[in-house]
């Protein structure tokens, strides 16, 4: 069924009996880029389960808006023209954003892909070059990423947010939200279901 579920509630809200309704209150929805497109990766029952999540997620807190990490370029490297939370807002009406630097964004901040390999280049082994890209795209890329998730999320100022993003990005979301005074997180959830 699934791989790894994992649901984690940090809440001075409902869960406390608080009156959070003025104040911004972030959802997080770690999952596999694969469900989220509803690739063929995953079978009709899981995405069903994925939609179904979402759905209740946002009825049952009163989700406002849904923000995705995800950009035209995501959507065309899955070969999708919409993802099934951009489905499941248009269904509630509920406003929704994609949002992820481009490849071009980052090639003007140096951090591309062909810019971290190139950074990589100079290690010995395969092994070390492969090392010290996941390193630079963990430290370096992926915490510049997730700011600019961030920024869109507190810019659009509807709330509270959902947020769907790679499920590797959870914990550094959690954090980060908590260290800029947005915390503490409403909720941060993990969906990874096994590919069939």
């Keep these: 069924m699934l791989a790894c579920s994992l649901m984690l509630f940090i809440s001075c809200g409902k869960l406390c009996g608080g009156n959070m309704k003025d104040k911004p209150q972030i959802i997080i ?6 469900i989220q497109c509803g ?6 029952e899981q995405i069903q389960e994925f939609r179904s999540l979402i759905k209740r997620i946002c009825q049952n807190e009163g989700v406002k808006c849904i923000i995705e990490e995800m950009s035209n370029e995501g959507l065309s490297n ?3 023209q919409n993802t099934i939370p951009f489905d499941v807002a248009t269904e509630l009406s509920i406003k929704h954003c994609y949002t992820d630097l481009t490849a071009e964004q980052l090639g003007c901040l140096k951090l591309s892909q062909g810019h971290v390999a190139q950074y990589s280049l100079a290690q010995p082994t395969n092994e070390l070059k492969n090392h ?3 390193l630079l795209t963990s430290k370096l890329v992926d915490p510049i990423r997730e700011r600019y998730w961030l920024a869109t999320i507190l810019e659009i100022n509807a709330w509270p947010t959902l947020l769907i993003c790679g499920s590797e990005h959870g914990q550094n979301m959690q954090d980060l939200v908590n260290s800029v005074g947005y915390g503490p997180l409403y909720s941060w959830l993990k969906f990874c279901p096994r590919e069939v």
């Excluded at 929805?29 to 694969?34: E, V, W």
């Excluded at 690739?39 to 009709?44: A, F, G, L, W, Y």
């Design 39 to 44: 690739t063929s990766k995953h079978s009709h």
């Design 78 to 80: 899955h070969e999708v």
């Design 29 to 34: 929805l770690g999952t596999s880029h694969q």
């Design 132 to 134: 010290v890209r996941e």
